[in-house]
């Protein structure tokens, strides 16, 4: 089965420093995204990326969150200035639409703790 | 009214049984449908992907949306111990995968 591989798979940071998580999506995907999950919350939409850039965002998506596909392969979200409330499991996802065929595979999540 | 409504359980049933999960949401915008299996300490994993209202089936599982009553379920029959896990409802009002997520119910089957 393809797989969404994210890393790194635990990152811990001081509260003001800058943090790039990679996911590395499925190469005939087309459409990719970032959620988060806060301990013991929901699953929250962040930010969608098709053709080379950002499609839809939510409310959580600030000035302090970006995302690129730097290389054609990889996907990275960076938080510039982190604060302790961003932390939380970070997931990529990755997605090929087609009606009823519709495909979305997460990848396993990076935990970040920002101290 | 939160937007999207789902009992955290958790649900334990005897191995065999049919499980029924639901969820019901507030906003009529909402035209696709979705149910996650979340293992722990694991990404969420796309099980049923369904648009409008009507039933979907796909080997032992079964999404059923009643978009005039606002309310999805999930059915999984002959459970399984492996199906012990959370189970996440989602929904957007588009094609994309921009979604309101469920809190998710825990399932526990017991062997």
């Known amino acids: 089965e393809p797989e969404v591989t994210q890393t790194p798979s635990h990152q811990v940071t001081q509260m003001g420093q800058e943090v790039i998580l990679r996911c590395v999506p499925i190469?005939?995907?087309?459409?990719f995204y970032w959620y988060r999950q806060i301990l013991g919350q929901k699953v929250e939409f962040l930010v969608s990326?098709?053709?080379?850039?950002?499609?839809?965002k939510s409310e959580i998506f600030d000035d302090q969150f970006s995302v690129e596909r730097p290389d054609g392969s990889n996907f990275t979200l960076k938080i510039r200035s982190t604060k302790l409330e961003d932390s939380a499991m970070y997931f990529c996802?990755?997605?090929?639409?087609?009606?009823?065929?519709?495909?979305?595979?997460f990848g396993q999540g990076t935990r970040l703790t920002v101290v | 009214q939160k937007e999207v409504e789902q009992d955290p359980g958790p649900l334990s049933v005897p191995e065999g049984a049919i499980v029924s999960l639901n969820c019901t949401y507030s906003?009529?915008?909402?035209?696709?449908f979705m149910w996650y299996r979340q293992y722990s300490r694991k990404g969420p994993e796309l099980l049923m992907y369904?648009?409008?209202?009507g039933n979907k089936e796909d080997g032992r599982f079964t999404a059923q949306v009643d978009k005039s009553s606002k309310y999805i379920s999930l059915f999984i029959r002959d459970s399984q111990p492996s199906d012990s896990a959370t189970y996440l409802c989602?929904?957007?009002?588009?094609?994309?995968?921009?979604?309101?997520f469920g809190a998710g119910t825990r399932l526990f089957v017991k062997a």
């Open positions: 996802a990755s997605i090929r639409t087609g009606g009823s065929n519709t495909e979305a595979f």
């Open positions: 190469s005939n995907h087309l459409y």
């Open positions: 989602a929904m957007s009002g588009t094609g994309g995968f921009k979604t309101i």
């Open positions: 369904t648009y409008s209202s």
């Open positions: 990326f098709y053709n080379n850039e950002i499609s839809e």
């Open positions: 906003n009529s915008a909402f035209q696709y």
